[in-house]
């Protein structure tokens, strides 16, 4: 049995994206930090009226500071309107849909409400890393299914075939983002049906995090799990927010939904882990399926336009650099095939003390991913493109 | 092994405090609602200027919505040397304090970070009912620990027989609040050293709970445990937020300090359960133990003032209630003691029904208090008396 202090020893902080603040160091180049480990809200600002929707939270006084713990009942109404149009599913607002403290909440909330000691989750790698984490503070047996991003030109590349044997071998969850995290491609319709048939047949729960749903590329169309008739919704939870498109990650709201059953057991765990989201700002949720009918649109094709700049760059290096594009939402993973296996790390640091830049390690996101890093693009254009020539420079130097 | 079926089933919210919106009910009174399971944050605003402050926090932008996992820097150093002050001990803002979801989130993660399956907790009864359901959560074994708190005229009434013999067989972790949820007594200096002594002698880590540490009542003093010679300060962690006293519950903000150890588990736990309190939210601490000056003060009179009221209201009947008098915060825990076992349930139901008043069942708290239900009296001083009245004539009727 692990003991707490392997456990805690494990879980580690340090290289986790918003955290390199907390590293002492001596940066040389006076070029303006740009921290590529998460979105800067301060070039792609929150939802208009943000602030003043928190502020009416506010004025509503004891009402709205004391919410059911799965939040309050006419905005769980309304959202639960708006995701049903967007999934194309029925969602009931008393019984499919819960309000979290952020996507990070309702993840932690779900996986708790679904595994414990020595139940096996199958995980896809790379993915978020903190999938990875909760799984194993959950002591939970994990099931790595790998994912060829780089193998295929359509669809996220997953292996079925394993998919299929950890099933076989008896896991209880599957856990996937989609598009994937950290590479920002999508899964294919067929692969989405094929997943949706696995898991019904073994009598598999999923758990599908869908973050970045909205900003999609290239007019993709995204295909929603929980849409697919190949599986029993009650065998479903989706998780979305407003944290990365829209700016909203101050606020800390997520929503969760999908299965009665998980749900339910997502309220009483939320009771004891935070009792709900910060009553004041659930109100700002309203904004949320409801912003100025262009806004949507316009920053959706300002990520686009970043991608395309930061892709050619990188292309420009081929033999430096593989980079797929991303398909949705703000993430790129290149690998660096010039370097062996030990130099990313130092790379990274130099990167960071010579030219005040954050990225974020790849083995963040599975331990093979040793010459791979993560970049959130939702940056400045300009400061994007800069410090990715600057990144390149760096790498070209190393890879001399 | 208990299946995470019947630990869900045993981890109920529907009698928790704040949920009782959620029974439709049909009330025949039509007095205005008064809800004793929680204060009114209408009736006791939040600190002046939080909203300003939450605004200021959302001007900061980027910076202050991606803080630490921990909290922002500045925020914790500031926090850290007024609560340095206010406990007479010595916290390093770096090692020795987080920023959390609410103290309930405080409580979840000192919990996690310090026990797992099959470990021995000591709990008080009565107490917190999240106590015991986060322990029951981590599958831990729990010893009951009694409070004779009718038994003692000072001091809370502590069972430290009781509490050494189960440090003897092996408890690893207590838990306590003080003031006591839900009977608002506050531990002698002599009890509180004697916990000390034992934890210290024993090597059981202490996570005691002071949110109404600074809402006292009769110029009493209040004892802090962190600040005794006889424990070691890594063996414990004390609990502190802005949500009662202060109003401020609807922004779901608290703090942990103490054991460098434990706080930086919880800090990497919180990186997985929520990532961090809500940035802009964190501001608004800044008003924390920085209010203006008469403010704590009078707000402390007024609860003094409906605590009397309340009480004297009680005493007049102390053929039918058992009541002993809230030394600090805003609960009172009265027994009726001439209900038998199974008439509380359908009291409180009627009580909710025909009157419109909300209570918590005593069995929240512990399963043998059948007899007793707890009021949070921060509430309107006038609709407090007169609920409280109407109380009374119900349970006379019932009495009879």
Known sequence: MVSLEEKFLKLGVNNAPGQEMKTDINVTNKSMLVDFSHGDVDAFKPIPRSLEKFNEGFYLGGKQAYTEYKGKKTIRDDISEKISRFTNTQIESDKNLIITSGTQGALFLAMGSTISKNDKVAIMEPDYFANRKIAEFFDADIFSIQLDYFGVETGAGINLNQLEESFKKGVKLFLLSNPNNPTGIMYSSIEIKNIAKLAQQYNVTIIID??????????????HLCAQREIDPENIISIMGPSKTESLSGFRLGVAFGSSKIIQRMEKLQAIVSLRASGYNQTVLDLWFSEPEEWLKERIKKHQLIRDDLVSKFKLYNDIFDVRATEAGSYLFP??????????????????????????????????????????????????????????????????
Chains 1, 2 share one sequence.
Do not use: C, W
């Open 210 to 223: 869908q973050l970045y749903a909205r900003q999609v590329f290239d007019k993709r169309e995204y295909i």
């Open 335 to 400: 690998k660096i095939t010039k370097f062996n296996t030990t130099m990313l790390n130092e790379f990274i640091e130099k990167l960071r003390t010579q030219e005040n830049i954050i990225v974020t390690p790849g083995t963040e996101f599975g331990k093979q991913f040793k010459n791979s890093f993560r970049i959130n693009f939702s940056q400045d254009h300009q400061s994007a493109v800069d410090a990715v020539g600057r990144l390149i420079e760096l790498a070209k130097e190393y890879s001399k």
